[in-house]
């Protein structure tokens, strides 16, 4: 009976310990292309979003993140996968003057503001060399974070 137990208690032991072997490995996977379906999992992650194609073909992301809407754009894909880049952009149709789009760029670095109507905050994701899940992530908190700070921006 003793036997029993022990066994069953390193199989647990066992269990957890390849279930967490896993998970780092996952987490420690490096993607050299733009993955649509990792980049919505995280994206639904900071709010709503949804899979849909461009006028391409390539993949795109509809999403909202503190109310904003917002699109992630895939760049540099084959056959509509594969893609080398992504975009997050976000925009109003109030017109924004090019001295606030530099206001804004002088005080903030990741993610630039451009003058003219629609798009007016993009930040771009390359994933030459590789990009863990972890940095992806941490790249759409960035952007996440932006989110009040582009509001006031445009009021």
Known sequence: MRIRRWFGAVGAVVATFLSFAASAQEQAQVYMTADADLVLELAKGFGSASLEKDSSGDPMINGRIQGMKYVIWFYGCKEAKDCRSIQL??????????EKANEWNAKYRWIKAY???????????DFKGGITRANL??????????????????E
């Open 137 to 154: 992530e941490a790249q759409l908190a960035t952007w996440d974070s932006f989110i009040g700070d582009m509001k006031e921006s445009v």
């Open 89 to 98: 952009s976000s925009g109003y149709t109030d017109e924004y003057s090019a």
């Open 115 to 125: 003058e003219k109507d629609g798009s007016n905050f993009k930040m771009d994701v």
